[in-house]
């Protein structure tokens, strides 16, 4: 265990989030590097009557990694993975990164749907669900728990899995931290790579209401094999980027394939055949493409989320126009096909509703100063507000951040809801883990 306090050398460094918008001062950091060390810092922090707030990775863009005048429980040090590449079972330390993990994972050939941004950690995103590019062939991250370690309010080390505590287990699909503190995952992983056929196709701006149109046709056509977006950005200054485009708005079709990559190029063809300026999909290695839409560090972020069922043609007007006025070059829109394995029968065993929508959109507002990030927020608020006629209601709450007890009750449902305030109180009853998406003990 490492205290960190307001006076120490390295505070500012410790307390410091991924997103610049979230400025906080915790009265103590616990840097945890195992079990018996969450346990201590959890008693520490309920004798002294603190906030507890817990941090894997910091990502959380509605910075519920960390508090003022409370105590972070910070689990970034524990790191262990245990591979069986016969089984494909992964038991993965809490501080692990979705870089980290696949890295691991992908010298055997194995892996487990992962964030689209590779600083993610592994713990907030697969407590929250985790949605990225495998999703349609392998699910969301929690569909793949085979169990969870966790430490509870009171300091008790529980295991949750189908057998053991299974009510907990259920509410772990997607809960998020709610019920304790996640110390180790352990997945079942699949088959794939280490090479797949992946990357991004880009067009410029006058291209995208055409591309996005004949996006959404091919999406709905592809393979459950095949992940997709459909981004909208401004062209940065690379060495691959056409000099008229640079600086503008330019529309981006991220692609891959979860198999053979021979089929993957197959696949890949109809994209291919709308002529892009810039072809980026090749045959490449997962791990490196899990890491090709990182967003930078230190910006100021304000993201939202919507799910759709249909994309009809002024659905998609929307976005474009939405895109034509980006707030600044950071910030981005996308647009993700879902179906396959994210729906079906792994849907019914979540508590996350609405997993057969066919699409979620998620405006990122990413800015670099903080002037920027407040015009970024009205942005994101007016497309929003614009899009709402094509939205189902559904959130995803991974993506999204603090908008309150109404968009969380959205992305569960009354009855989903109801359960999940009843392993509330059963595991957390005076709402000790409350610095997240909360979920309120039921009452009685």
Not at 208 to 221: E, G, I
Not at 319 to 343: C, E, K, M
Request: aromatic share 10%; charged share 20%.
């Amino acid at each position: 265990m490492k205290w960190i306090k307001r006076d120490s050398p390295d505070y500012h460094q410790a307390r410091k989030v991924f997103n610049a918008m979230i400025d906080r001062r915790p009265a103590v950091i616990a840097q945890c590097f195992n079990d018996a060390d969450v346990t201590e810092a959890l008693r520490y922090g309920r004798e002294n009557s603190l906030p507890i707030a817990v941090r894997a990775g910091g990502h959380s863009v509605a910075g519920m990694s960390t508090n003022d005048d409370g105590i972070v429980i910070d689990v970034r040090h524990m790191k262990s993975i245990q591979v069986d590449p016969e089984s494909g079972i992964v038991t993965a330390g809490a501080g692990l990164t979705c870089g980290e993990f696949d890295r691991a994972t992908q010298a055997h050939g194995l892996a487990v749907t992962g964030g689209r941004v590779s600083t993610t950690g592994i713990a907030g995103f697969t407590l929250g669900g985790g949605s990225g590019w495998l999703e349609r062939s392998f699910g969301f991250a929690c569909d793949s728990l085979v169990s969870v370690n966790l430490v509870t309010a009171d300091g008790d080390r529980v295991t949750a899995s189908a057998r053991e505590n299974p009510e907990l287990f259920w509410a772990l699909h997607g809960g998020g931290g709610n019920f304790g503190v996640a110390t180790s995952f352990t997945f079942q992983a699949h088959r794939l790579g280490p090479v797949v056929h992946a990357g991004m196709w880009l067009w410029p701006a006058e291209a995208a209401t055409d591309v996005s149109r004949a996006f959404r046709d091919l999406a709905v056509a592809a393979p459950d094999n095949v992940g997709l977006a459909l981004v909208y950005f401004t062209a940065p200054p690379e060495p691959f980027m056409p000099e008229q485009m640079v600086g503008k708005m330019a529309t981006l079709i991220v692609y891959l394939y979860a198999g053979d990559p021979e089929e993957g190029s197959e696949h890949a063809r109809p994209f291919r055949e709308l002529g892009p300026a810039v072809d980026l999909v090749e045959d490449t290695t997962y791990a490196e493409f899990q890491c090709s839409l990182d967003d930078p560090p230190d910006h100021y972020n304000y993201w939202s989320a919507d799910y759709h069922n249909d994309l009809p043609d002024e659905a998609l007007d929307v976005f474009v126009d939405s895109a034509l006025h980006l707030p600044d070059a950071t910030s981005q829109q996308l647009i993700a096909r879902w179906g396959g394995a994210v729906g079906g029968n792994a849907a019914a065993a979540t508590p996350l509703i609405n997993r057969n929508a066919a699409w979620v959109s998620h405006p990122y507002g990413i800015s670099p100063t903080p002037e920027e990030g407040q015009l970024a927020k009205t942005w994101v608020k007016d497309f929003r507000g614009k899009i709402a006629p094509y939205a189902t209601g559904g959130v995803w709450l991974n993506f999204i951040g603090n908008e309150g007890q109404e968009r969380i009750r959205a992305a569960f449902g009354d009855q989903n809801y109801a359960r999940l305030a009843r392993v509330k109180r059963e595991f957390d009853p005076q709402n000790v883990f409350r610095g997240n998406q909360n979920i309120l003990p039921a009452e009685g």
